[in-house]
């Protein structure tokens, strides 16, 4: 996306190879005064931060983990975008929010209730009635995006029957965020993140409606 626009990115600890242009700010998602200074200035917010479990680490302990970076990371992303008036914020959510449905085999759209497969979920839940809350009462375009599996990676790597995809292509990501960007304002939508052959499992219809997008790549036989 670097064509498009001027990135200033965020990492908890460790800066991979970056651009020399880049703007880069350490800092962990909890630390509320560190997320207010990091959104000053921009024009929309990307949040994909998320807390990731280690060897040796037990359920209760990732748990904790969850509710420090998925939900008061994720308050903090909202707030420091409400107190800089950020006009939108496109938020990393994830098809657990609705992973029961899937596990039963059940076409999953975005108006279902959540029922969410593990904790993990229910903190993206969190974050998208967050989301809600922020653009019904400030006026903040959101877009919680429902990652499927994006190993990001050019190629599927996995075998999907016609119609079970799970892949999300980077060009295919990429190309969603920037259509949330540049919608219009203000919008609030959920939409299904994940490239074509998936339409026995969750319907992205809207995301063409909302935003403009459709996949490009496909990950299954079809």
């Given amino acids: ?41 921009v024009d929309a917010i990307a949040h994909l931060g998320i807390a990731m479990t280690k060897r040796g ?12 970076t998925n939900v008061q990371g994720t308050y903090n992303i909202f707030e420091s975008a409400r107190i800089n008036k950020v006009p939108t914020v496109v938020f990393a959510s994830s098809n657990a929010v609705t992973g029961l ?35 019904d009462l400030f006026g903040m375009s959101v877009y919680c995006i429902r990652i499927c599996n994006f190993p990001n990676t050019d190629s599927v790597g996995q075998a999907f029957e016609k ?29 299904y993140g994940v490239s074509k052959g998936a339409e026995k499992k969750w319907d992205i219809t809207n995301a063409k409606e909302l935003v403009g997008w459709e996949p490009q790549d496909r990950g299954d036989e079809g």
Wanted: proline share 5%; hydrophobic share 35%; glycine share 6%.
């Fill in 1 to 41: 996306m670097r064509d498009r626009y001027d990135l200033r990115l965020l990492f908890h600890s460790t800066v991979p190879e970056v651009e020399d242009d880049d703007e880069i700010i350490v800092s962990d998602l909890a630390n509320f005064e560190s997320m207010v200074e990091a959104a000053d200035g």
């Fill in 57 to 68: 680490y037990t359920r209760s302990r990732y748990n904790q983990m969850i509710l420090e």
């Fill in 101 to 135: 449905y899937e596990k039963e085999g059940i076409l999953t759209t975005p108006e279902m209730m959540p029922r969410p497969r593990d904790m993990y979920g229910v903190s993206k839940s969190f974050g998208e009635v967050m989301g809600r809350h922020y653009h």
């Fill in 163 to 191: 119609g079970m995809n799970r892949w999300l292509s980077g060009r295919d990501m990429a190309e969603l965020t920037a259509c949330c960007v540049e919608a219009p304002h203000p919008q609030y939508g959920i939409i």
